[in-house]
Structure formats: C-alpha cells, structure tokens
C-alpha cells in the first residue's frame, strides 16, 4: 500500500480552495475537508495558513526551476531559449490553478512569506538570465553579459502572461504556436 504525504496533500488541497476562494479567503476547514484530513493534521503539518500558502509557492517555484534545468540538458545554447520556454509552459500547463496562484502572488509584498517568494522567484529569474547570455554569447554577441536579471524576468513574465492568456482565452492554440509568438516578440 502506497504511503500517503500528508504534507503534499494539504498543499494540493490549499491550492484548490485558493484557487475557489483566494488565499485571503481560504480557510484552514475548508483545506483540511479539500484534504481529508482533520484539521489538527493541518496544524501537525504547518504552523499556520501563511506557512502552507509559502510551502504552494516555493514549491510551484522549485518544480519550475527543476523543470528549466531539465530543459537545458543536452540542449545547444542556441536553442536553450526555446527549450526552456517549452518547459516552462507544460509546467504551467500541468497545475493551471497553482500558475494563476503564483502569477496573483509573484509582486505581493504584504505576504508574511514574501521574502521567500522573492528567493525562490529570483532563482527562476536567474536560470532564464543564463539561458539569454548564453545563446547570445554563442550568437557572437559581444553585450552577452549585459543581459541582467530584468531581461530574465521579462522573459519569464511573458511566458507566463502568454501560458495563462494562452490556457484560459486561447485554447485553439498549440503550444508551437504559442511558443513561436513569445520568442518573435522576446
């Protein structure tokens, strides 16, 4: 019989009733029933809401991150951008729900966990900076270190506007479709 984490069950859980209520308006009964866990486990668990809510969003950032990395293996420079936009989309793609999450969440700095978010943001941000220097540094380009961290963000941003615009209103669209209107526009 397979063991039961307890821990990513609450977090799973907080995600869908954020995603009905928000994370003002979710409530630790209505994760623990979303849960199937008594509320006391939330509490075993997690300190409080705040600490599950930082647990959702470091995680969404971290499976992100493991995802660009994976992305870039094998990959030449060149097409590293590409291959690290795909990735990123199919993650988005793979919990809608935690990506709206993140993406309402990623400029708030009234959060009690709002220096975590930033760490974990900054290290996604960081792998799509790389990405960028370095297929410009192999396209000869002697301002590939001038690529900054803004750049990095811009790219993820896009990406991530265009997954949820993509997701939500635009369904008709393949992912190459959606890819290839980012990178001409990046």
Request: with cysteine.
């Amino acid at each position: 019989m397979a063991r039961v984490n307890t821990k990513q069950l609450i977090r799973d859980a907080a995600v869908r009733v954020a995603a009905e209520h928000g994370i003002s308006g979710a409530s630790m009964d209505q994760i623990a029933e979303a849960a199937g866990v008594a509320k006391g486990s939330l509490y075993y668990n997690f300190a409080s809401k705040d600490a599950i809510f930082e647990a959702v969003i470091q995680g969404g950032f971290e499976h992100l991150a493991e995802a660009i990395d994976t992305a870039r293996v094998g990959v030449a420079p060149a097409d590293a951008p590409r291959a690290v936009a795909g990735a990123t989309l199919e993650t988005l793609r793979g919990n809608l729900d935690l990506a709206k999450l993140m993406a309402s969440e990623v400029f708030r700095t009234d959060r009690p966990w709002a220096s975590a978010m930033d760490l974990a943001r900054s290290s996604v941000v960081v792998r799509f900076r790389d990405v960028l220097r370095e297929a410009r540094r192999v396209a000869g380009d002697p301002t590939a270190d001038e690529v900054t961290e803004i750049a990095g963000a811009a790219f993820f941003g896009a990406l991530a506007g265009a997954c949820l615009d993509w997701l939500l209103f635009r369904q008709d669209q393949s992912m190459e479709q959606v890819l290839d209107q980012v990178l001409r526009a990046h």
